[in-house]
């Protein structure tokens, strides 16, 4: 099904074709066979943390006042796409706070009596990290709301007409709840966090700085332009940004190099079919067949998806978003249109009229 686009252009994939998603070496995800925490990579502390400069001075001051009152803060809600640092902000969180952390995920809950136990069990001042909170079942949902606001948690004792619900005092805690979905939120439990941050896209020379961290972390010499030339690669996302480093790491250590150069970056990237903006090979087939065979547009979803051979939703959901966000692409009533920046981008010149109105 098609999934509302947010403002970023980012769609979310989570119920899309995650298994396409999952094989592309651009994707926001963890694809198959990667660590989904990339523990060496995370920095431990806020100022190890790259970018987001408003985030991290309003949750920097958020954390030492919590600090200085001696209570756990309030709850905290993460949003935005995957592999911006949600969780890495989580772990952060509780280092910074000196206190243990519980993960957890919407997923891993399958009934309420999975939270209730995990709730029941939680220390004073811990962090408890619900990745994907938005896939909690309902009754787990209902549950989590009266121990977040009361620090209460009613367990069932009992089967059938017999059973009573037991009030059990919690101790205070702090829930940090991450979402690619803020709106599929109940609004009750949006209504809980008392502290909410939107993470966003990063640009290139944040991203720049991460790979210049990752690379010192993973014992990588970066001559000059080659961290610039890695970050223009990776779709405003970290997560992207660290996983080509590992392949240029690859072609660094087949070819002998003691330093990596920004030739060296463009060849290893090039071999995985990844160009200088970051567009991998379906997203150029996707552009390509609308300037090539369409003309640049309008064109309708269903026939762009029979041309490059992929289904609709592969097409609208894991491709577009990026297309959309970086100016290739725009979607209008008629269809999708190629804009000037998608046929220069082809080496083509755009003809006068999407020139003037793209
Ligand atoms: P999310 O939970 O949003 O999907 P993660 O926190 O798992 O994303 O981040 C993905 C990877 O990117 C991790 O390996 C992390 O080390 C790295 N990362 C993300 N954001 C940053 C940042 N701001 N600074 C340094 N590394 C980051």
């Known amino acids: 099904m098609a999934e509302k686009q947010m403002s970023t252009g980012y769609i979310d994939t ?35 943390f790259i970018g987001q400069p408003r985030l991290k001075a309003q949750l920097g001051l958020f954390l030492k006042a919590a600090k200085k009152r001696d209570v756990a803060p309030d709850h905290i809600l ?10 890495t ?31 029941s069990s939680l220390e004073a001042g811990e962090v408890l990290f619900i990745d994907e909170i938005h896939r909690l079942p309902r009754a787990a949902e209902e549950l989590l709301y009266i121990a977040m606001e009361d620090f209460r948690v009613d367990v069932m ?22 979402t690619t979905r803020e709106g599929m939120l109940p609004s009750p439990l949006r209504a809980r966090f008392g502290f909410t941050a939107h993470l966003d896209f990063y ?3 944040e991203l720049e700085k991460l790979v210049e961290r990752s690379a010192k972390v993973l014992g990588i010499v970066l001559q000059d332009d080659a961290a610039h030339q890695l970050a223009l690669r990776s779709r405003g996302t970290p997560r992207i940004a660290n996983r080509l480093l590992r392949r240029v790491r ?34 150029l087939a996707v552009l390509k067949a609308i300037v090539n ?6 064109v309708g979803l269903n026939n762009l998806a029979a041309m490059v051979g992929e289904e609709a939703e592969t097409v609208e959901t894991v491709c577009e978003p990026y297309l959309v966000r970086e100016g290739f692409l725009v979607r209008t009533p008629k269809g999708r249109v190629a804009t000037s920046k998608a ?16």
């Open 14 to 48: 989570q119920n899309g074709d995650a298994q396409e998603e999952s094989l592309r070496m651009v994707s926001a995800r963890p694809i198959e066979g990667e660590p989904v925490s990339d523990e060496e990579l995370r920095p431990e502390t806020l100022d190890g």
């Open 78 to 87: 993460l949003a935005g796409p995957p592999g911006l640092g949600k969780t």
């Open 89 to 119: 902000l989580a772990m952060i969180v509780a280092h910074e706070l000196e206190v243990p952390i519980r993960v957890t995920s919407g997923p891993a809950v399958q009934h309420a009596g999975d939270l209730a136990s995990i709730l």
């Open 157 to 178: 004792v009992g089967k059938g007409p017999g059973a009573s619900s037991i009030p059990l005092t919690l101790p205070r805690f702090t829930v940090i709840g991450a």
């Open 203 to 205: 640009p290139e020379d």
């Open 250 to 283: 690859d072609w660094a250590i087949v070819h002998d190099l003691d330093q990596v150069g920004p030739d060296d970056v463009k060849q290893a990237l090039s071999l995985y079919q990844i160009d200088s903006e970051g567009l991998d090979r379906l997203d």
């Open 293 to 298: 065979s369409f003309d640049g547009g309008p």
């Open 343 to 358: 046929w220069e981008h082809l080496g083509r010149k755009p003809p006068e009229d999407v020139m003037k109105l793209f």
